[in-house]
């Protein structure tokens, strides 16, 4: 992908984050942007924290996966969740953390979610291509992660209160 798809997506995310847009609202246009945007971002997610969990919110790719829940510490997404860190694995049949959602993947990026040190949530993307992410989508993943970051907390604090 070219630097200017990169930063016409970023250009498309934060004009989502800086819009009418709300929490979920926010959260399934970036989702629908990803997705739309990079051929080679076959399955785009958000996963939600909910206390030891990652919830699944907005999602975008040919088939629902059946891991709509994942324990902190768990699978490739679970690892992100705990360690706070990017994961890029090239191959997810060579990861014996991997959690399988479909048959047609080959590699996979986790990028966390933080607002205020805490992880809030992760950007979950799956590729039907081996070795498909690069430092570019790190980079640019991670801005975009920045940029969502305060709509994911906002998410979670209508939950909380909505608990009384
Ligand atoms: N593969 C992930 C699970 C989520 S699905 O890719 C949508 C994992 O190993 O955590």
């Known amino acids: 992908m070219s630097a200017a798809a990169y930063r016409g997506a970023l250009a498309a995310v934060e004009r989502i984050v800086n819009g009418e847009s709300q929490g979920d609202e926010v959260l399934r246009k970036a989702v629908d942007v990803l997705h739309d945007r990079f051929e080679h971002y076959s399955w785009v997610g958000i996963y939600l924290v909910d206390g030891r969990d990652l919830v699944l919110g907005p999602w975008k790719g040919p088939q629902a996966t059946e891991h709509v829940r994942i324990p902190i510490g768990q699978g490739i997404c679970g690892a992100a969740a705990a360690s706070g ?11 014996d953390r991997y959690l399988a959602c479909f048959t047609s993947t080959r590699s996979e990026i ?16 799956d590729s039907d291509s081996p070795a498909a992410f690069t430092d570019a989508d790190r980079a640019f993943l991670e801005r975009v992660a920045l940029l969502l970051s305060r709509h ?13």
């Open 85 to 95: 860190r990017t994961e890029i694995v090239d191959d997810v049949n060579a990861d």
């Open 110 to 125: 986790v990028v966390p979610i933080v607002f205020q040190g805490r992880v809030v949530g992760e950007i979950d993307i």
């Open 152 to 164: 994911c907390v906002a998410r979670e604090t209508v939950r909380t209160g909505s608990r009384g």
